[in-house]
């Protein structure tokens, strides 16, 4: 039986997504006194830390730049917190800012009325009862990585073993004694192959272009830390090549290892392609010692088997896919002059990329993390403010 929508009138804004972005953008507005309504497709806050990542991460970049506006991190917390820790962090910044969003409620549709001056905002819940809201404000904070991406390769269907992406993987424990493809060579697939390792698991890793691997720490300082002072009095370039020299003295020469480095630098690189370099965390050590195994790209599968393109073939009992996430605002969000419907993310490039027209924001969108994110937060805040005073 297909019963009507409900229809519910919102007087503030209506914020899409209650993960650190979300939360930011909701404590943002309720200091200033502005109450909004927080829609959530899970059943929890944080959902892609609580659901979709696995055991032993922990934040890739040093504390202080992963903290929400308003509310610091405990100073106990260490400098690179576990994601129980950072999770237990937003469920306090939740309960502090009294964030209490609806949960269950996937947004499937939402549109600019250009009569009523208002956006219709459908949401489709578990049992598939439908609610439509009106209001004057629309924030989108659905994430970069909302939908996990999963390429077609030749013979997927046959190949009979595990094949999962990095969202399912908890930890190599399922995995003893088991040769593991891992596929994708950004951070989580750096890191899945050490637990692989801690786990005594055999993985190999399909690495198909150059990338950057920095260490985490350099000089005493973090990387990224040390990076941001540097750029502060020198040309990126330079910091580029500073990066380099000392990578080289830590690391080692990663193009011996199969690791190429592309012809950019990590901070070019990151500005023009918004491609973040891998900070290592002891994975290129597994790599020397011969315990994680570099192989090319797959030309296609067959069962237990991987045939790759240099025709060499190989058996293995699993593959992970470490192939990222995709924005998945086109699918719902009827609009295009502010975001791009190829990938998603806002046209403008950062810091622009916030605001749009007749209320419409975006928060999160700007490949920094969340520092990018509670800067998008403030603003927003302090835009939506100013607007209910006119
Ligand atoms: C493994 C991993 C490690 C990371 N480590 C760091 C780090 O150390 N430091 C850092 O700054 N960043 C890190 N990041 C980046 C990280 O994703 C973000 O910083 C942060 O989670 C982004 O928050 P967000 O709220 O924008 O997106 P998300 O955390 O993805 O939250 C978006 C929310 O929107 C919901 N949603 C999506 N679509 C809909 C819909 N249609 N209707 C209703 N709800 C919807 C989702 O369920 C989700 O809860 C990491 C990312 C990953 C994957």
């Not at 950057?212 to 990126?236: C, D």
Request: proline share 6%; hydrophobic share 35%; net charge positive.
């Amino acid at each position: 039986m297909n019963k009507s929508p409900r229809f519910v009138s919102v007087p503030g804004p209506v914020i899409v997504g209650a993960g650190p972005s979300g939360l930011a953008v909701a404590a943002c507005l309720r200091q200033k006194r502005v109450v909004s309504m927080v829609l959530e497709r899970s059943s929890c806050i944080a959902s892609l830390w609580q659901l979709k990542t696995y055991d032993r991460l922990r934040l890739h970049l040093p504390k202080q730049f992963c903290e929400l506006p308003l509310m610091g991190f405990p100073g106990e917390f260490p400098t690179y917190p576990t994601k129980q820790q950072f999770i237990h962090y937003l469920e306090s910044y939740a309960q502090k800012f009294e964030i209490g969003p609806r949960f269950n409620e996937t947004v499937t549709h939402a549109e600019y009325d250009k009569v009523t001056g208002f956006w219709r905002v459908k949401t489709v819940g578990k049992k598939l009862e439908e609610t439509v809201y009106k209001c004057r404000w629309l924030v989108v904070a659905t994430g970069e990585n909302a939908e996990a991406v999963v390429p077609e390769i030749d013979g997927m269907g046959e190949f009979g073993g595990d094949i999962k992406h990095t969202s399912y993987y908890k930890s190599g424990e399922e995995f003893k004694g088991k040769k593991v493809l891992v596929v994708g060579c950004g951070n989580s697939g750096m890191e899945v192959c050490l637990d692989l390792c801690d786990h005594n698991a055999k993985p190999s890793l399909v690495v198909r272009h150059t990338l950057h691997v920095l260490p985490r720490e350099m000089l005493g300082k973090s990387t990224f830390e040390l990076s941001i002072w540097l750029l502060k009095w020198l040309p990126l370039r330079l910091v580029d090549r500073f990066l380099l020299i000392v990578s080289r003295l830590i690391l080692g020469d990663t193009a011996r290892l199969g690791l190429d480095r592309p012809d950019k630098g990590p901070l070019e690189l990151k500005n023009l392609s918004g491609k973040t370099p891998v900070l290592d965390v002891g994975t290129l050590a597994k790599i020397k010692s011969g315990d994680i195994k570099i192989c090319p790209g797959i030309k296609k599968l067959k069962r237990h088997t991987v045939e790759f393109i240099e025709g060499k073939t190989e058996n293995f009992d699993a593959i992970i896919l470490a192939t990222g996430y995709k924005s998945n605002v086109p699918s719902w969000l009827k609009e295009r002059d502010m975001f791009s419907e190829i990938d998603g993310f806002p046209r403008r490039p950062f810091p622009n990329g916030w605001k749009g027209e007749c209320g419409l924001y975006a928060v999160g969108f700007t490949k920094r993390g969340i520092l990018g994110a509670s800067m998008d937060a403030k603003r927003i805040a302090e835009d939506i403010e100013r607007s209910c005073t006119v």
